[in-house]
T-cell receptor, first 116, second 112 residues
Framework: AQSVSQHNHHVILSEAASLELGCNYS??????LFWYVQYPGQHLQLLLK??????LVKGIKGFEAEFIKSKFSFNLRKPSVQWSDTAEYFC??????????????FGKGTHLIIQP | NAGVTQTPKFQVLKTGQSMTLQCAQD?????MYWYRQDPGMGLRLIYY???????DKGEVPNGYNVSRLNKREFSLRLESAAPSQTSVYFC???????????FGEGSRLTVL
């Protein structure tokens, strides 16, 4: 079974700092990759996704992620964070082949705090 | 557009009590899921239903039962609640083989 590892559980940055959150997965085949964001007290919302094609994907609110197949990584980046980016961020993976409906496998999340 | 709707949003139970979390989606999705979210543990899959009439266990099914009542509704039942089931529960759905999930707003359950 696949697994997802997020390197940082808690990250504290100042506004305008650059952000990179690490995500690695453990499946050797073709995968679909996702980043979800959960703002305080809210449900999970899709930030961006990668299925195929250009390994650099852009999402909402200025976020982007790069899929590096050789490193089994899908790191999330933002050049300049804002206070409103304070949230929990989850990386998730699904095995692309077979069309199984057994959901996504999530990492444990990274709690990001942006200080004004 | 309501999307995925969960009820109740908050519930406090005593150990041994039972309750059912309700979930409904209006997006005509085939697959539905129940996850629990615990601090430092991320989201873990409890049960899922690939289509109407089918249900399967996920990673952490013990202590739970589910019912896929029809295509829209997927309920999660705790027959005898335990403090270890204190958590935030999320229902999700999808019709896409890609796996992209659409989440409800969550149900915060406390078991005393």
């Amino acid at each position: 079974a696949q697994s997802v590892s997020q390197h940082n559980h808690h990250v504290i940055l100042s506004e305008a700092a650059s952000l990179e959150l690490g995500c690695n997965y453990s499946y050797g085949g073709t995968v679909n990759l996702f980043w979800y964001v959960q703002y305080p007290g809210q449900h999970l919302q899709l930030l961006l996704k990668y299925f195929s094609g250009d390994p650099l994907v852009k999402g909402i609110k200025g976020f982007e992620a790069e899929f590096i197949k050789s490193k089994f990584s899908f790191n999330l980046r933002k050049p300049s964070v804002q206070w409103s980016d304070t949230a929990e961020y989850f990386c998730a993976v699904k095995v692309a082949s077979g069309g199984g409906a057994d959901g996504l496998t999530f990492g444990k999340g990274t709690h990001l705090i942006i200080q004004p | 557009n309501a999307g995925v709707t969960q009820t109740p949003k908050f519930q406090v139970l005593k150990t041994g009590q039972s309750m059912t979390l309700q979930c409904a989606q209006d997006m005509n999705h085939n697959s539905m899921y129940w996850y629990r979210q615990d601090p430092g543990m991320g989201l873990r899959l409890i049960y899922y239903s690939a289509s109407e009439g089918t249900t399967d266990k996920g990673e952490v099914p013990n202590g739970y039962n589910v019912s896929r009542l029809n295509k829209r509704e997927f309920s999660l039942r705790l027959e005898s609640a335990a403090p270890s089931q204190t958590s935030v529960y999320f229902c999700a759905s999808t019709t896409r083989s890609s796996g992209e999930l659409f989440f409800g707003e969550g149900s915060r359950l406390t078991v005393l």
